[in-house]
């Protein structure tokens, strides 16, 4: 990474080089404050990261790490549409161009459903096989996107990933309902689909129980951890401004300890997917771990810089107040004691 203090984690496969992780961190940069120039970051880190898989985890997270560094927004803007095309891969259907912008909507809320049915016969191909209806939650920048990988309830009650065209005349978005100070460039309000044409991607409960799933978990974990260094580079300045000023470098070294134990944590479930150690239920107490683990670290960092550089950056360094709203509301994918306690009992499980 090119943040003011980085670990010196060894990553499987070396991760990416130094002019691959400046380039992804200077086109963020520069995309800031865009949504439509956000995506267009996407075509770049596709090329640039390659899809997450085994053999290409190190070079995937650092990837996000390195979008994130440069702005958390970006990151967080291209880091679901490359899970959607590995998801893609993964299933064996063709992935699309670079004209293609996906979101995944797999989460699910009290009262919001969405149900698919058959449309018609099964042997009728040239009909749209199946069809989705309801209201989806959290659906980032369902307005700005044309496509969607999208979880929906089917008959026989199992959970099946499909894709839609949100383009589609059956589908409302409602990105007026999106408030947040943090994030605020990424609506992430519900949708409702009437009626909209829908292609299955794998068989029912295959989204869920795939390898993958866990580790498109770790990706948002690498964002959040390159969205700290930012914070970190602000707290080395400010000890630089005050090199005899104890509480500063306290900060700065508190701070680039917790950034180190990070990076580590995503590091070691990236040898732990290229090893073929993170499949099933250990693949999935890994990635809650590194989860809660950069989560934790992370909110210790951002907290720490808010105190330790007072109220003015807040008013007037747009930069760094946008990193620590984006981060403060970014980790809340992770749900803190409720994943806690998801971890332990894989942990009684036998899972690690």
């Known amino acids: 990474m090119t943040g003011a203090v980085t670990a010196s984690t060894s990553w499987p496969g070396g991760g990416l080089d130094g002019a691959e992780v400046g380039a992804l961190r200077a086109a963020a940069a520069d995309a800031a404050g865009s949504v439509e120039r956000a995506l267009e970051v996407a075509g770049l880190a596709r090329?640039?990261?390659?899809?997450?898989?085994?053999g290409n985890a190190g070079r995937f997270f650092v990837g996000l790490g390195a979008l994130a560094d440069g702005d958390v927004t970006v990151a967080r803007?291209?880091?679901?549409?490359?899970?959607?095309?590995?998801?893609?891969?993964?299933?064996?259907?063709p992935v699309p161009d670079d004209a293609a912008r996906f979101g995944v909507f797999a989460a699910e809320a009290p009262g919001l459903r969405l149900d698919a049915r058959r449309a018609g016969p099964a042997e009728s191909p040239e009909l749209p096989a199946w069809r989705v209806t309801g209201r989806k939650p959290w659906c980032s920048l369902a307005s700005r996107l044309s496509d969607a990988?999208?979880?929906?309830?089917?008959?026989?009650?199992?959970?099946?990933?499909?894709?839609?065209?949100?383009r589609d005349p059956g589908v409302t978005t409602n990105d007026e309902l999106w408030v947040s100070r943090g994030m605020p460039l990424v609506p992430s309000g519900p949708i409702d689909l009437a009626d909209v044409p829908a292609e299955p991607v794998g068989e029912a409960g295959w989204y869920l129980d795939r390898p993958g799933f866990a580790?498109?978990?770790?990706?948002?974990?690498?964002?959040?951890?390159?969205?700290?260094?930012?914070l970190v580079d602000a707290l080395h300045a400010h000890a630089e401004r005050k090199p005899d000023s104890e509480l500063a470098l306290a900060a700065l070294g508190a701070s680039a300890v917790d950034l180190a134990a990070a990076e580590n944590a995503v590091a070691e479930a990236a040898r732990a997917i290229e090893s073929g150690d993170a499949a099933g239920r250990r693949g999935a107490a890994i990635a809650q771990r590194v989860r809660s683990t950069v989560r934790g670290r992370v909110d210790a960092i951002r907290t720490r810089a808010v105190a330790?550089?007072?109220?003015?950056?807040?008013?007037?360094?747009?930069?760094?107040?946008?990193?620590?709203?984006?981060?403060?509301?970014?980790?809340?994918?992770?749900?803190?004691?409720?994943?806690?306690?998801?971890?332990?009992?894989?942990?009684?499980?036998?899972?690690?």
């Open 215 to 230: 580790w498109g978990g770790i990706g948002v974990a690498a964002c959040w951890w390159g969205g700290a260094i930012g």
């Open 47 to 54: 090329h640039t990261i390659g899809p997450l898989e085994q």
């Open 149 to 166: 990988l999208l979880t929906a309830h089917t008959p026989s009650g199992e959970r099946r990933l499909f894709r839609v065209s949100l």
């Open 308 to 352: 330790t550089l007072g109220p003015a950056p807040l008013t007037v360094d747009e930069p760094y107040l946008t990193r620590v709203s984006d981060l403060e509301l970014y980790v809340q994918q992770d749900h803190g004691e409720r994943d806690l306690a998801r971890l332990g009992r894989l942990i009684l499980d036998g899972a690690l």
């Open 77 to 93: 803007v291209v880091e679901p549409h490359l899970d959607a095309l590995g998801i893609l891969a993964q299933a064996g259907m």
